[in-house]
């Protein structure tokens, strides 16, 4: 049934447009395996029509249109989909699963340490390292939160990572003894 909506004028109506009354009649739904997995699942026929292939979820559907390879997480050992083009950009040709994996297993290699990492470049920032234990107390005025003490030079060259030459300091005695000896940053800042 179709009714018309629009401006009635002395002449009549004026630019009918018309509008649609929907019956409340349910839609009829059509029994249809998916074609990735086989399960039965309910569509409408347009929906049908419209499509050669129909799927009962997106999951089966992204399954069904790439043309992906199940692998094991290298690190959990969970199942995943990647592409061919996928695995062929991988730079140690392993699959992960996520970022917190990859970083698990790239932080239990050992040609990712030290002067193996690719971002080593002269071992001069690996002080505080070197430290490791000794770096739980301020040296001079005795500070216990490890999270805040730095590793100081003592004979000011940080190339110089022997454990004789560092020190552990908190923030405010590295800087006193820095602005003191009038070296460093505060050198700069007086000329």
Request: hydrophobic letters at 25%; aromatic letters at 8%; glycine letters at 6%.
């Given at each position: ?6 401006l009635w ?9 018309p509008?649609?009354i ?6 009829k ?8 997995c086989g ?6 026929p ?7 292939n129909c799927f009962?979820?997106s999951?089966?559907?992204y399954?069904f249109?790439t043309?992906?390879?199940e692998?094991?997480?290298e690190s ?12 062929a ?6 699959s ?7 970083a698990?297993w790239?932080?239990q ?14 071992g ?9 234990d000794?770096?739980?107390?301020c040296n ?6 490890s999270?805040?003490l730095?590793a ?6 940080r190339a ?6 560092l020190?552990?300091l908190?923030p ?9 000896n009038k070296?460093g940053?505060?050198?700069?800042i007086?000329?």
């Amino acid at each position: 049934m179709v009714e018309y909506a629009g401006l009635w004028s002395r002449c009549g109506l004026i630019n009918p447009a018309p509008v649609r009354i929907w019956s409340l009649t349910p839609f009829k739904y059509m029994k249809i395996d998916c074609t990735y997995c086989g399960r039965e699942t309910n569509k409408k026929p347009s929906r049908i029509k419209k499509r050669k292939n129909c799927f009962c979820s997106s999951e089966c559907f992204y399954k069904f249109s790439t043309k992906s390879i199940e692998v094991l997480c290298e690190s959990c050992g969970d199942k995943i989909l990647r592409t061919p083009n996928q695995i062929a950009k991988s730079k140690s040709g392993k699959s992960f699963c996520s970022r917190s994996c990859t970083a698990s297993w790239n932080n239990q290699q050992e040609w990712r340490t030290g002067s193996n990492h690719p971002n080593w470049v002269d071992g001069s920032s690996s002080a505080r390292g070197i430290l490791g234990d000794r770096l739980n107390e301020c040296n001079r005025c005795g500070l216990k939160d490890s999270r805040i003490l730095q590793a100081h030079h003592i004979d000011r060259n940080r190339a110089n990572n022997d454990i004789n030459n560092l020190e552990a300091l908190c923030p405010n005695c590295h800087v006193l003894d820095h602005y003191l000896n009038k070296d460093g940053l505060y050198n700069r800042i007086r000329k």
